[in-house]
């Protein structure tokens, strides 16, 4: 935390309590000089009751005692253990309504591309519910037909490193329980990053090198021979005549 909880309220606080000048308490509050000034005139947070920053474990007496006597001086904000790790997200993950349309979407594509996801890692990816998951798992959701499956990082719903991070936990749990992965499993187990430096996969060809040389009914020899023989394409316009056979086969 690089600002003090309750900003403007310490900055009332700092102007009514202390003789800091107010470019150091505009530092420490996050809030421009002129600001500090119109708070001290009066004109700005009017009624806004002052937050103690020393009860507050914000700041030491020390600390206001030496920025008093030094006009240079920032004000350091304490370290307050209670704060520590406050901004690591807990529970599902909050999604902006703009975006909250597209989780459908998401939801069926990590439960298409990576069925080895819990239902509750998916719930921290893209902020959901279970039986939303489970919905879209069993095809049983109202709107399952007009629902395409869409990356959530391309949807902005979560970082690539997460989805990394979620997949790589999966299958070392789905190891560790004895569970067989597949190569493409296996695969997932890397990052991104390491994905995209590794060798591409064997692709099955759309044409097998040397075969469309042979045929069916003879060598490569033979095929070789044939081809070296030179066609006449005026006999292949140049038809027998089937008019007097016809006329042999028609007479009694």
């Not at 069993?138 to 990394?164: F, M, T, Y």
């Not at 040397?210 to 023989?229: A, I, N, P, R, V």
Request: hydrophobic fraction near 30%.
């Amino acid at each position: 935390m690089n600002k003090p909880i309750m900003a403007k309220a310490t900055a009332v606080w700092l102007v009514d309590n202390t003789t800091l000048n107010f470019r150091q308490i505009g530092v420490f509050c996050g809030l421009h000089e002129l600001e500090v000034q119109g708070i001290a005139d009066g004109d700005v947070a009017a009624g806004v009751k002052g937050f103690d920053p020393i009860t507050n474990n914000q700041l030491t007496q020390e600390e206001i005692t030496r920025a008093e006597a030094d006009p240079s001086y920032d004000l350091k904000l304490k370290f307050n253990p209670s704060a520590a790790g406050e901004e690591k997200r807990r529970g599902p993950r909050y999604t902006p309504l703009s975006k909250r349309q597209d989780r459908p979407a998401s939801i069926l594509w990590l439960v298409k591309f990576h069925p080895e996801l819990s239902d509750g890692q998916i719930s921290k990816l893209v902020g959901t519910t279970k039986p939303t998951i489970q919905s879209l798992r069993d095809r049983s959701h109202w709107n399952i037909s007009n629902i395409q499956p869409i990356d959530p990082v391309a949807l902005g719903l979560c970082k690539q490193s997460e989805l990394d991070a979620a997949v790589q936990k999966a299958n070392a749990k789905k190891a560790k329980d004895g569970e067989v992965m597949s190569d493409e499993e296996r695969r997932k187990l890397v990052s991104t990053e390491q994905s995209l430096g590794m060798d591409p996969e064997p692709k099955i060809p759309s044409a097998i090198s040397g075969l469309e040389t042979f045929s069916l009914g003879g060598s490569e020899d033979e095929t070789e021979e044939k081809d070296e023989t030179p066609v006449d394409a005026d006999s292949l316009f140049n038809l027998p005549d089937t008019d007097d056979e016809g006329d042999d086969d028609t007479q009694p």
